[in-house]
């Protein structure tokens, strides 16, 4: 199950329309958790014959909609939670907490963000030692994770040496 806080257009978001398609097709089961129900790529994910999730409340709030993940990972867990993008990572890996499931995160971008909300960069250290895998799409981004505490990432293998 990805986690993202909404299915509107943004990079990570359409890559996530490009990928989750091929591995569908590939024999995983996919579904995706968004905070925020609709968006402008839920029926391209549809189409694909995709899950899209939604919160069972009209207006459920991200607070509503973590409760929500919360209460279907307790109900119905997937294997896998796959957290992408900062909201999507501190809610939902919270509401996770207690459930038998693997988690997963992706972070595609520097935490520049953590410098304008005072503690992230904290509760994200304390999140990082919760996930089962770590994944960074650069060597920047691999070296800010193992400074925040997550568990020592591999180098990518066109990195290592010979």
């Not at 199950?1 to 943004?10: N, Q």
């Not at 992706?106 to 904290?122: E, H, I, N």
Request: aromatic fraction near 6%.
């Amino acid at each position: 199950m990805i986690v993202i806080p909404a299915l509107g257009i943004g990079g990570t978001e359409r890559h996530l329309v490009q990928v989750l398609p091929r591995l569908q097709a590939a024999g995983f089961e996919i579904a995706v958790f968004p905070f925020k129900s609709g968006g402008t790529l839920a029926p391209a994910l549809s189409a694909a014959g995709i899950t899209v999730l939604s919160s069972p409340n009209q207006k459920p709030g991200i607070l509503r909609a973590a409760l929500a993940l919360r209460q279907h990972c307790l109900s119905d867990p997937p294997e896998i939670l796959h957290f992408f993008l900062p909201a999507a990572y501190l809610l939902g890996t919270a509401a996770s907490l207690g459930c038998r499931v693997r988690r997963l995160m992706s972070r595609r971008s520097l935490a520049r963000y953590q410098t304008r909300y005072p503690g992230v960069r904290w509760l994200e250290g304390k999140l990082h030692r919760r996930m089962h895998g770590v994944l960074a799409n650069s060597s920047a981004v691999r070296q800010e994770l193992i400074k925040e505490g997550a568990p020592p990432l591999p180098a990518p293998s066109h990195l290592q040496r010979r």
